[in-house]
């Protein structure tokens, strides 16, 4: 794992599927082919996900119980509060499930709270607080302060022709990558968007701007698995 201040290690700004001007916000939806995509609806913004993966043709699924999980193709882990959402997964029956799951290759895409969640590393958690361990990151909660330290700030995306506005609310920070991580997206030389096989993560939250671009490009790589790196 490289610490994502070590400049001698740090991974280059990698590709995350192919840039389509035609496609930003506010444009043509793509085609999603009717795949199922699970939202985990224990806690937090889940339903402003539901709301950006509506702009494609996808079918979406609220998760609150193991059955739930069946024959979803994806799964989205959206922000809220970590520790709560750890606890809920634990409570509900649902971590052991959905750790086979991702285990398993299911591709999934975690926002702030999310990314922590799937962490092999968390800093400044709670000693009951649970990761899945998919993601070789370390994070650390709270990492660029409380809730009146949230910010806002355009951010340069890999293959996005053009900016993407990043939400930071009570966000973690990826202070170490591994390296089979690329690095999509930095802030002040931080890592905010990072992609290791099928395992998408941001620091942000995408899912509070009408910009569903990064929501597109994970339809996209879900509608077209070849386009992943299973090496990654």
């Known amino acids: 794992m490289v610490e994502t201040g070590s400049e001698p290690g740090r991974r280059p700004i990698a590709s995350f599927g192919a840039e389509d001007p035609g496609r930003h916000a506010g444009g043509a939806s793509r085609s ?19 709301s950006r993966l509506a702009e494609f043709d996808v079918v979406t699924r609220e998760v609150r119980r193991p059955d739930d999980l069946r024959h ?11 520790t709560t959402m750890s606890n809920l997964l634990t409570s ?12 398993d290759g299911l591709p999934v895409l975690g926002t ?4 922590i969640l799937l962490a092999a590393e968390v800093l400044d958690g ?23 330290d949230s910010f806002e700030t355009d951010l340069e995306v890999a293959n996005l022709d053009e900016p993407f506005h990043g939400v930071f609310i009570r966000a973690p920070r990826v202070v170490a990558v591994g390296p089979a991580v690329e690095v999509l ?8 968007l990072v992609r290791q096989g099928r395992v998408i993560a941001a620091a942000f939250h995408p899912e509070l701007t009408p910009d569903a671009r990064l929501h597109r490009q994970f339809v996209d790589l879900v509608c077209h698995p070849d386009i992943w790196h299973p090496d990654l």
């Open 185 to 192: 997206a930095e802030h002040d030389g931080d890592p905010v």
């Open 126 to 148: 709670r000693p009951d607080q649970r990761s899945f361990g998919v993601l070789d990151v370390t994070a650390r909660r709270n990492g660029y302060g409380r809730q009146l």
């Open 32 to 50: 999603g082919g009717g795949i199922k995509i699970g939202v985990l609806a224990l806690q937090g913004a889940f339903r402003a996900h539901a």
């Open 92 to 103: 509900s029956g649902l971590f052991d499930e959905v750790k086979a799951r991702l285990s």
């Open 72 to 82: 979803v193709d994806a799964l989205v882990m959206p922000g809220g509060e970590s």
């Open 112 to 115: 702030c709270a999310g990314l």
